[in-house]
T-cell receptor
């Protein structure tokens, strides 16, 4: 597709359940990011992939959160034992790698997000 | 670590008047600066960026921003506001010697343009 696609757009789950959120980036974009946006806040960085590997996972809040990108394209964010505080919109973005040392100097293209509600 | 501050939660302006949405940043080394806009129930949309070169950057929908290194600011401006500009605006920065690839966002400023 033309843009970043995220599924599901809405997910309601119960406390303690396991959740997977999927991101399909723009074709050819090797950089992929996950962010979390709580109500009234700016997007909060979670993890960054360059190709298949997680180059920076410093934003993952705890070990209940995990993300994979096995073939360097689609990524899945996995949340175990969900808590009410995990309720937020999870945003995925992709970008081109360019410039010296493979840096990401260009803009990020965002999907419309997956709204997670934990009851 | 890099950070941005958006000191105003909300900016109100009448249609046809100029608007400014403020942003200051903190980063070691040269910053890459961005503005994004978010409409209700929509994803973030890129408006403009400063990487290097001219301090005045022009972007989408008639918006522009001025990079000021001495004041570490990157304020968003538009000469004549439209009601349709009403949205949530985020400033973001990438840079520094660690976590370079990470784009860090401010808390956002809500712009309300009245008819």
């Amino acid at each position: 597709g033309a843009g970043v696609s995220q599924t599901p757009s809405n997910k309601v789950t119960e406390k303690g359940k396991y959740v997977e959120l999927r991101c399909d980036p723009i074709s050819g974009h090797t950089a992929l990011y996950w962010y979390r946006q709580s109500l009234g806040q700016g997007p909060e960085f979670l993890i960054y992939f360059q190709g298949t590997g997680a180059a920076d996972d410093s934003g993952l809040p705890n070990d209940r959160f995990f993300a994979v990108r096995p073939e360097g394209s689609v990524s899945t964010l996995k949340i175990q034992r969900t808590e009410r505080g995990d309720s937020a919109v999870y945003l995925c973005a992709s970008s081109l790698i360019s410039g010296l040392a493979g840096s990401v100097s260009g803009e990020l293209f965002f999907g419309e997000g997956s709204r997670l509600t934990v009851l | 670590a890099q950070s941005v501050a958006q000191p105003e939660d909300q900016v109100n302006v009448a249609e046809g008047n100029p608007l400014t949405v403020k942003c200051t940043y903190s980063v070691s080394g040269n910053p890459y600066l961005f503005w994004y806009v978010q409409y209700p129930n929509r994803g973030l949309q890129f408006l403009l960026k400063y990487i290097t070169g001219d301090n005045l950057v022009k972007g989408s929908y008639g918006f522009e921003a001025e990079f000021n290194k001495s004041q570490t600011s990157f304020h968003l401006k538009k000469p004549s506001a439209l009601v349709s500009d009403s949205a949530l605006y985020f400033c973001a920065v990438r840079g520094g010697y660690t976590g370079f690839q990470k784009l860090v966002f401010g808390t956002g400023t809500r712009l309300l343009v009245s008819p």
